[in-house]
């Protein structure tokens, strides 16, 4: 799987690394491109994943405010009903990223 803005890839990881979660594909943190984000200090907090952390991704010159978000300490019913901890995975805006097998 892979991530790309353009022809830049911001993320890449094997399909059986990736955890897809309400039509959204979080890529694990190892397979985010070195300096690919930046926090953001948009505030959010999922009723059942809990806090996020929202990031800019930058690829080149461009910059998506808030293209991606993660749940650094996701809550224990979330990996329940996740099937698996997605801690710290990333997901990116798929309006604006564009998600390839």
């Given at each position: 799987?892979?991530?790309?803005?353009?022809?830049?890839?911001?993320?890449?990881?094997?399909?059986?690394?990736?955890?897809?979660?309400?039509?959204?594909?979080?890529?694990?943190?190892?397979?985010?491109?070195?300096?690919?984000?930046?926090?953001?200090?948009?505030?959010?907090?999922?009723?059942?994943?809990?806090?996020?952390?929202?990031?800019?991704?930058?690829?080149?010159?461009?910059?998506?405010?808030?293209?991606?978000?993660?749940?650094?300490?996701?809550?224990?019913?979330?990996?329940?009903?996740a099937g698996r901890d997605f801690s710290g995975y990333v997901a990116f805006d798929a309006r604006e990223v564009r998600i390839e097998n």
């Amino acid at each position: 799987m892979k991530a790309l803005i353009g022809e830049t890839v911001v993320a890449e990881a094997a399909s059986n690394a990736v955890v897809r979660i309400e039509g959204n594909t979080y890529f694990p943190p190892d397979s985010v491109a070195v300096d690919a984000l930046r926090d953001s200090p948009t505030p959010y907090t999922c009723p059942w994943k809990g806090k996020a952390q929202y990031h800019d991704v930058v690829a080149g010159e461009t910059v998506l405010r808030d293209g991606a978000w993660s749940y650094p300490n996701i809550k224990e019913s979330a990996v329940t009903r996740a099937g698996r901890d997605f801690s710290g995975y990333v997901a990116f805006d798929a309006r604006e990223v564009r998600i390839e097998n």
